[in-house]
């Protein structure tokens, strides 16, 4: 079974369909760490998560390179929350097109990742600062855009 990649218009339609949150408020654990929002104690990075959903990958923020964990979506499709807080921005991508790259300190990016039914996936988050602080959420299927 061939890989299934990122293609520019996807990662284009991540990049573009940012929802407007209205929150500001950065996040400071240094380490990854699974969490239901990403969060440390009164600071968050709101990724405007439905209430109900199949995560593939549940909420985890950090700072610096993180390889995500591989996961498997059921369908064709899964729904990516991206946020981050910093100077510059974060790349998302899986190693074999061009990442998608997010600038910081804006609202979160909501998008669609359109796969191969079943494939396997691995994504890295790349920050451009290592002192960037960033959190992501990835969810089964086709989730609505906007919060």
């Known amino acids: 079974m061939r890989k299934a990649a990122f293609?520019?218009?996807v990662l284009l339609a991540l990049a573009l369909s940012a929802c407007t949150s209205g929150d500001k408020e950065a996040e400071s654990k240094n380490?990854?760490?699974p969490v239901s929002r990403a969060s440390t104690g009164s600071e968050t990075l709101d990724l405007k998560l439905p209430k109900e959903a199949d995560y593939l990958v549940p909420a985890i923020s950090g700072s610096g390179t993180k390889d995500i964990d591989t996961f498997h979506p059921k369908g064709g499709v899964y729904t990516v929350h991206l946020r981050c807080e910093g100077k510059g921005g974060i790349s998302l991508g899986d190693g074999t097109s061009d990442p998608v790259q997010v600038k910081c300190g804006g609202p979160v990016a909501?998008?669609?990742v359109f796969i191969d039914?079943?494939?396997e996936q691995?994504?890295?988050v790349s920050p451009d600062s290592e002192k960037t602080k960033w959190a992501i959420a990835i969810l089964e299927g086709k989730?609505?855009?906007t919060p």
């Open 7 to 9: 293609v520019a218009p």
């Open 117 to 119: 039914k079943g494939a």
């Open 110 to 112: 909501i998008g669609h």
């Open 31 to 33: 380490d990854a760490k």
């Open 122 to 124: 691995s994504l890295t």
């Open 143 to 145: 989730q609505k855009l």
